[in-house]
């Protein structure tokens, strides 16, 4: 049998393995029970020194105040860099351009700038304020012309839903990393080869940034078929088959989750990929599982 790139990997000692990088998106919580299990699970995952913990913003600016609380005190606490998501849906420039002076003067430098959608969600036509910035390059482009900003932005390995095309697609992303961000993180998927054509797409557009995998644990089928299907997100027959009949089977169902993961992020390695988004939902046990089959463990 011929090693893999990721079977070599995962048997390597620590100090022979490529560098890997990862990063891990979690979203404001909105109870006190649901901020314990936050802070709880950024507690286990800081300690594998991720690049940085991204913490989202709420459809509509609705988690302004909790976006800005929670990256202060990652950055002030945890010793992990953390990255404020920042979106223009229903705010004036002025105010969107106040939200980054408040990230920036908390000591956060990371902000992953994106368009939003409307409080109707993704299948809605965005319409920008009057005064505001009117998609995710605008809204770099005035970050830039703030300070002095690591900024990312979205991708779609299967193109965004309100793409007319592919070659719009492309367009827009290419847009948005030359007014100045640094990379894309993708938007969640479930086959591989999704995510190898865009690459082959953005590449053959001329596109050198980074294009990092947004990677979603499957903590629950039924809740991530729900927001696959709300951000255009397909989920294949095969996977769905996989978890099938155990909604009331979490133990069995646990275990399926971590080898889906797994296969995915190792196909991934396998064709050269050492850099990860992973999508926490706040929890950590399947993230961290994950990580160490990448070789990553705590400090
Ligand atoms: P854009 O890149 O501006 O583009 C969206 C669409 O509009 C594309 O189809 C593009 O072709 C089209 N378009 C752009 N400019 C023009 C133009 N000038 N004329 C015509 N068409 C145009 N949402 C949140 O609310 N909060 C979050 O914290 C958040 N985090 C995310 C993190 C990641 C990694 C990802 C992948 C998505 C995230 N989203 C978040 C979702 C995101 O806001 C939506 O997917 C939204 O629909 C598009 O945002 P965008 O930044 O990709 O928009």
Same mark, same amino acid.
């Given at each position: 049998?011929?090693?893999?790139?990721?079977?070599?990997?995962?048997?390597?000692?620590?100090?022979?393995?490529?560098?890997?990088?990862?990063?891990?998106?979690?979203?404001?919580?909105?109870?006190?029970?649901?901020?314990?299990?936050?802070?709880?699970?950024?507690?286990?995952?800081?300690?594998?020194?991720?690049?940085?913990?991204?913490?989202?913003?709420?459809?509509?600016?609705? $988690?302004?105040?909790?976006?800005?609380?929670?990256?202060?005190?990652? $950055?002030?606490?945890?010793?992990?860099?953390?990255?404020?998501?920042?979106?223009?849906?229903?705010?004036?420039?002025?105010?969107?351009?106040?939200?980054?002076?408040?990230?920036?003067?908390?000591?956060?430098?990371?902000?992953?700038?994106?368009?939003?959608?409307?409080?109707?969600?993704?299948?809605?036509?965005?319409?920008?304020?009057?005064?505001?910035?009117?998609?995710?390059?605008?809204?770099?482009?005035?970050?830039?012309?703030?300070?002095?900003?690591?900024?990312?932005?979205?991708?779609?390995?299967?193109?965004?839903?309100?793409?007319?095309?592919?070659?719009?697609?492309?367009?827009?992303?290419?847009?948005?990393?030359?007014?100045?961000?640094?990379?894309?993180?993708?938007?969640?998927?479930?086959?591989?080869?999704?995510?190898?054509?865009?690459?082959?797409?953005?590449?053959?557009?001329?596109?050198?940034?980074?294009?990092?995998?947004?990677?979603?644990?499957?903590?629950?089928?039924?809740?991530?078929?729900?927001?696959?299907?709300?951000?255009?997100?397909?989920?294949?027959?095969?996977?769905?088959?996989?978890?099938?009949?155990?909604?009331?089977?979490?133990?069995?169902?646990?275990?399926?989750?971590?080898?889906?993961?797994?296969?995915?992020?190792?196909?991934?390695?396998?064709?050269?990929? $050492?850099?990860?988004?992973?999508?926490?939902?706040?929890?950590?046990?399947?993230?961290?599982?994950?990580?160490?089959?990448?070789?990553?463990?705590?400090?």
């Amino acid at each position: 049998m011929t090693d893999t790139p990721s079977a070599r990997l995962s048997r390597q000692p620590a100090e022979a393995r490529p560098p890997l990088e990862v990063s891990f998106e979690f979203f404001p919580p909105k109870t006190d029970a649901m901020e314990e299990r936050f802070w709880e699970s950024l507690g286990k995952l800081a300690p594998l020194n991720p690049r940085f913990v991204s913490v989202t913003y709420g459809a509509g600016g609705t $988690t302004r105040e909790r976006t800005l609380r929670l990256v202060s005190r990652i $950055t002030a606490e945890s010793g992990v860099p953390a990255a404020a998501h920042l979106t223009c849906v229903g705010a004036s420039r002025n105010e969107v351009n106040a939200v980054v002076q408040g990230y920036a003067e908390a000591g956060v430098r990371r902000i992953v700038a994106l368009r939003g959608d409307p409080p109707e969600g993704i299948g809605s036509l965005f319409t920008p304020h009057p005064d505001g910035y009117g998609s995710a390059a605008e809204l770099v482009a005035g970050i830039r012309a703030l300070g002095n900003f690591d900024i990312s932005v979205a991708a779609y390995p299967e193109k965004h839903p309100q793409s007319p095309d592919w070659a719009a697609d492309i367009d827009n992303l290419k847009r948005k990393l030359d007014a100045g961000a640094d990379r894309a993180i993708t938007q969640m998927f479930f086959d591989n080869q999704d995510y190898f054509r865009f690459i082959d797409r953005a590449r053959a557009a001329g596109i050198t940034a980074p294009i990092v995998p947004g990677i979603q644990p499957i903590h629950s089928f039924k809740q991530i078929s729900g927001f696959a299907a709300r951000c255009g997100a397909r989920i294949p027959g095969w996977l769905g088959e996989r978890f099938d009949g155990l909604d009331d089977d979490p133990e069995t169902h646990a275990l399926v989750a971590s080898a889906v993961a797994a296969e995915q992020v190792l196909e991934l390695i396998d064709s050269g990929v $050492t850099e990860f988004h992973f999508y926490t939902l706040n929890r950590a046990n399947l993230v961290m599982a994950l990580s160490r089959l990448l070789g990553i463990r705590p400090e």
